[in-house]
T-cell receptor, first 109, second 113 residues
């Protein structure tokens, strides 16, 4: 099956800093989503982005499907941005989301 | 409305108990999913229902029994679980199984004692 790798595994930032999270995948994808999992376990949809660039407030994402990676940018980070960020993909043969191992983000006040 | 509702939020059960987890969505989605997530790990797929029919079972033990009574509801029946089954159980739905955005419920945190 498809392999999904996220980096870095852990990231600690001071409030106000910017960051870039990366997601590499091993095969072509039909679907790519970024999620934020809050401390209570809820997976919150950030972006549905199989290709191209999208922005939502302080967050933006870019997927370069031909090079098999996606980037999530967080600008002016806030303590409420803390949590685990997951990239998940659906490849051509599967009918399920396969998750990467996640990036644990901690934003310090 | 992009809401998937799961009940209960927390559940503690003994190894001889029978319990059920419930998931509901009213977005008209035709695909529904159960995922299991252990601490500090990503969610792992258990089951996929497409148009109320089971389409994927990821070799899940028979002590987990899914049911899709209608297009809005998904249940997970639990029986004779083991302590290692303690985890966060997440339900999700999407318009179709491919090329469409998936939405997750807040999860049921299950503890087996």
């Amino acid at each position: 099956g498809i392999q999904v790798e996220q980096s870095p595994p852990d990231l600690i930032l001071q409030e106000g800093a910017n960051s870039t999270l990366r997601c590499n995948f091993s095969d072509s994808v039909n679907n790519l989503q970024w999620f934020h999992q809050n401390p209570w376990g809820q997976l919150i949809n950030l972006f549905y982005i199989p290709s191209g660039t999208k922005q939502n407030g302080r967050l933006s994402a870019t997927t370069v499907a031909t090079e098999r990676y996606s980037l999530l940018y967080i600008s002016s980070s806030q303590t409420t941005d803390s949590g685990v960020y997951f990239c998940a993909v659906v490849d051509g043969s599967a009918r399920q989301l396969t998750f990467g191992s996640g990036t644990q983000l901690t934003v310090l006040p | 409305d992009t809401e998937v509702t799961q009940t209960p939020k927390h559940l503690v059960m003994g190894m001889t108990n029978k319990k059920s987890l419930k998931c509901e969505q009213h977005m008209g989605h035709r695909a529904m999913y159960w995922y299991k997530q252990k601490a500090k790990k990503p969610p792992e797929l258990m089951f996929v229902y497409s148009y109320e029919k089971l389409s994927i079972n990821e070799s899940v033990p028979s002590r987990f029994s899914p049911e899709c009574p209608n297009s809005s509801l998904l249940n997970l029946h639990l029986h004779a679980l083991q302590p290692e089954d303690s985890a966060l159980y997440l339900c999700a739905s999407s318009q179709e199984t491919v090329n469409t955005e998936a939405f997750f419920g807040q999860g049921t945190r299950l503890t087996v004692v």
